[in-house]
């Protein structure tokens, strides 16, 4: 049972790590959106590009799912919902 706990604190780390990446890609492209950050700035282009690549495949096949909505994408709250609805159901399995 112990290694069922460790288990799913691993997944609830991994979860956290990827819900902080996605609040960290939206907040940096909204910064490029106003021009708030200039696209010009190598670095935090670079690190955006990163979790982009990180992200993406992740998000594709939800991007694919939901119906085209414009500027506006919804995937990655669909998947921040997605995460947390698993890890209930894995804790709700794990600690019954």
Known sequence: ???LYALYQIIEMLTS???MLIIIQFIIGLLFAFNVISPSNDFLLAF???IN???DPVLRPIRNFLPSTGAIDF???VLIILL???LIILGNVIYS
């Open 75 to 77: 995937s990655p709250l």
């Open 84 to 86: 947390n609805i698993i």
């Open 53 to 55: 690549r990180l992200l």
């Open 17 to 19: 790590v990827l819900v």
């Open 1 to 3: 049972m112990q290694g």
């Open 48 to 50: 955006y590009n990163s």
